[in-house]
């Protein structure tokens, strides 16, 4: 209780002055502030010299008397410097006297100075040294000439003198120093010739070491220079010894860093290899053990085989160890804080929600705020709105922050149902967004990203001016604004960013015609776009097959089996596209007859295109289609299917089908017909050059009734068994007659 009395006591002598401890509000009159500052001194005397005040305080109540520009307060700080038995009082008065006499010389009162030469004699190393500190600055030349006197005497004691050096070594730009440095060099104490060459060494560019000579014959040419050629090789000097600092320091940095990242390794490699050899059941405790460690590289490691295991085995951290993990956020350094986010960030738990909004408010590292930002959009709890939405209104948010926490609003909005917190965000939205510099892109890019994701249609002006940008930027997120806002008449624009340069806006830009258009106009788009000779983008191709699909699905039956044609140049797509049709049309509403049009039509487009068994599937089921009403193409039909079995790899049984079209019309047109399908195949070169095949496809035909085919059928496979090579041998046959040296010799 006496010591919290006496600090009252303190405080109140010092308001009324400006000091360490407070500052005046009315400027008192000189005379009136005199007095008060001499009636303080002893105040001040009591608190420097307690001795059981703190270092820090005793500095300050120095600060004080040395800011006080009265006589008494400079004899006083003049009596402490000579308190022979209290060095710790001498030392803080060295420091503050020094600090004050590099940021204000003037301010340094001359009585100082003898006082600071006698304490280049003191015992204490550290006192000789601030002493010296402080003598150093103080201006003029007395205290150099001095100094230089203090040195040369020989009957001075020899720390005394080599410290008086050190006083002057900081000053060796000022030619009078140098001066008295270059008249030491006589001495005959090695020890002081010795400090007075590495003083001067700062001097020059190439050190003379301890050849005095050399160092006369340089300062005879120097002292002849005048005072701006000396200033100016200075200048030189101190500038070439910076770069050589700075080189030095970049190699230490880069030492210090390679260092760091062995050190991290050897520890890390020692942690994983630990973790391997335990028992599962201890591995959590471990863990545990490792993020509660003070020293960040274990804490990272740790944090990194968590990660591991997340990614390899898809074990998420549970009980003490995702408490543990949390707890990081709240103590870990920024990077392990920074390395937390981005694992939680792909749990998707409530709980992780809650930790990061507690964290956020904290936060004082900027790159870990845009990191918890980017991990609540990636969460797209609800939760997190308000959060982000303060980020998004309040003026003092970085304008980093504002983007990303806009961008992660966006992400979460377009995932909510929220109406209530939803709703919230409009306001701060459009606020922020009339507020931001119309020469911001990204900061405008990022409102439209939250505006799109919110969906509100009070967004629309916004959308529909900012569509009308030049900025790729701009243009994606206002593109899908307009989408989100049904912007129909917004088409033409939509279909003119369809060509532009810049693949995303292109994208959301056929994405955007391929929802809201009806018209011919964009149908005719989405066609170009899904030629890739123009657009060479396979994301925005995509999109335009998408938008083609969800464009016809608005038109008649009958035009969207007519829209196949359109894809003639295009032939893989129009196959896809009439399998969609086909899987539409083939449910228990379907109509028969639009089904057999598009089966026709696709049989007919995996035909020309070579993808003989897949048309075989469709043939197939149009053929039994056909066959069970008696249609009158259903020969034809039949005749298409053969051709495609033919020439299917899968080699299917056609005998069975001949033998069902002979039945269908047997005649002798329909049997020329017949003939001249399977003529054909066999004239081809894929018939040729697999004589394997061929054997078996005419063992096959050979199966077949001849009633219907008669002795043309039967003269068109002798003409083709004839052509083929000798019979293939037996697996395992061999036709080769035995060599000299085969075993059947011996």
Request: aromatic share 4%; charged share 25%.
């Amino acid at each position: 209780m006496r010591g919290i009395a006496w600090w009252i006591v303190v405080f109140w002598l010092l308001a009324p002055s400006i000091s360490a401890f407070g500052a005046q509000t009315d400027d008192p009159p000189a005379a009136d502030q005199e007095s008060a500052q001499v009636g303080q001194l002893r105040n001040i005397r009591e608190g420097i010299t307690d001795v059981e005040a703190r270092q820090a305080d005793r500095r300050r109540w120095a600060s004080v008397l040395l800011s006080y520009d009265i006589p008494q307060a400079k004899a006083l700080a003049a009596e402490l410097l000579k308190l022979s038995d209290r060095p710790e009082v001498q030392q803080t008065l060295c420091s503050v006297i020094a600090e004050q006499a590099r940021e204000n010389p003037s301010k340094v009162d001359p009585s100082f100075v003898d006082p600071l030469i006698e304490l280049l004699d003191a015992e204490v190393s550290e006192l000789r040294t601030l002493a010296a500190e402080a003598l150093a600055d103080i201006p003029g030349t007395d205290v150099p000439t001095r100094l230089g006197e203090l040195a040369s005497q020989a009957d001075v004691p020899l720390t005394k003198r080599l410290a008086a050096i050190d006083a002057l070594a900081p000053n060796t730009h000022r030619r009078e120093v140098v001066a008295q440095l270059i008249a030491l060099l006589d001495s005959s104490e090695p020890a002081v010739v010795e400090r007075v060459t590495g003083a001067l060494s700062s001097a020059t560019p190439q050190s003379h070491g301890l050849d005095t000579q050399r160092w006369h014959r340089w300062w005879d040419e120097k002292s002849q220079l005048d005072e701006e050629s000396w200033l100016a090789e200075q200048l030189r000097t101190y500038r070439d010894r910076s770069r050589r600092v700075s080189d030095e320091l970049r190699v230490f940095r880069e030492t210090v860093r390679d260092g760091q990242a062995t050190l991290k390794a050897r520890t890390s490699s020692f942690q994983r290899e630990l973790f391997r050899t335990l028992p599962a059941d201890q591995r959590p405790a471990k863990l545990v053990e490792w993020l509660e460690d003070p020293i960040p590289i274990v804490k990272l490691t740790a944090l990194g085989i968590i990660r591991a295991r997340i990614a390899d085995e898809g074990q998420r951290p549970e009980g003490a160890v995702l408490t543990s993990l949390l707890e990081q956020l709240r103590q870990g350094s920024p990077s392990v804080r920074r390395e937390v986010v981005e694992i939680i960030q792909n749990l998707n738990d409530p709980v992780i929600v809650e930790a990061l909004l507690a964290r956020l408010p904290r936060e004082d590292d900027p790159g870990i705020r845009l990191t918890i930002f980017k991990a609540l959009g990636k969460l797209g709890n609800p939760d997190a709105i308000p959060a982000l939405v303060a980020a998004v209104a309040s003026p003092q948010s970085p304008s980093e922050c504002v983007r990303e926490a806009a961008v992660a609003l966006g992400a979460v909005a377009a995932q909510s149902t929220a109406g209530e917190n939803i709703e919230s965000a409009v306001a701060a939205l459009k606020s922020r967004y009339q507020s931001s510099d119309r020469e911001d892109a990204a900061m405008r890019a990022a409102l439209l990203t939250a505006m799109a994701g919110v969906a509100s249609d009070a967004f629309a002006p916004e959308f529909m001016d900012a569509v009308e940008s030049d900025d790729a930027a701009v243009l994606g997120p206002a593109i899908r604004g307009v989408l989100a806002a049904d912007g129909r008449s917004k088409l033409p624009r939509l279909r003119t960013l369809m060509a532009h340069a810049d693949p995303r806006v292109r994208l959301a830009a056929i994405d955007a015609v391929g929802r809201l258009g009806r018209e011919e106009a964009d149908l005719e788009s989405l066609l170009t776009r899904l030629n890739p000779s123009i657009e060479v983008n396979e994301l925005a191709r995509e999109a335009a097959w998408r938008g083609f699909r969800h464009v016809m699905a608005n038109h008649s039956v009958e035009d969207r089996i007519q829209a196949a044609g359109r894809l003639r140049d295009l032939p893989d797509l129009q196959i896809r596209y009439l399998e969609d049709l086909a899987d539409a049309f083939s449910g228990a509403n379907g109509s028969t007859s639009h089904l057999e049009d598009v089966l026709d039509r696709l049989a007919a487009a995996l035909v020309a295109g070579g993808r003989y068994e897949e048309a075989v599937t469709y043939l197939e089921t149009l053929f039994d289609m056909q066959s069970e009403r008696s249609d009158a193409g259903t020969f034809g039909c039949g005749l298409r299917l053969l051709n495609a079995m033919l020439r299917s790899p899968t080699e299917p049984e056609v005998a069975v089908l001949i033998t069902q079209l002979s039945a269908l019309s047997p005649d002798d047109a329909a049997g020329t017909r017949i003939l001249e399908t399977v003529g054909a195949y066999l004239e081809t070169l894929d018939a040729a050059t697999d004589p394997g095949r061929l054997r078996r496809l005419l063992a096959e035909l050979n199966t077949v009734p001849t009633d219907a085919l008669g002795d043309a059928w039967t003269l068109r496979l002798t003409q083709a068994a004839e052509r083929l090579s000798p019979p293939e041998p037996e697996p395992g046959q061999d036709t080769d007659p035995p060599s000299p040296t085969s075993p059947q010799e011996h």
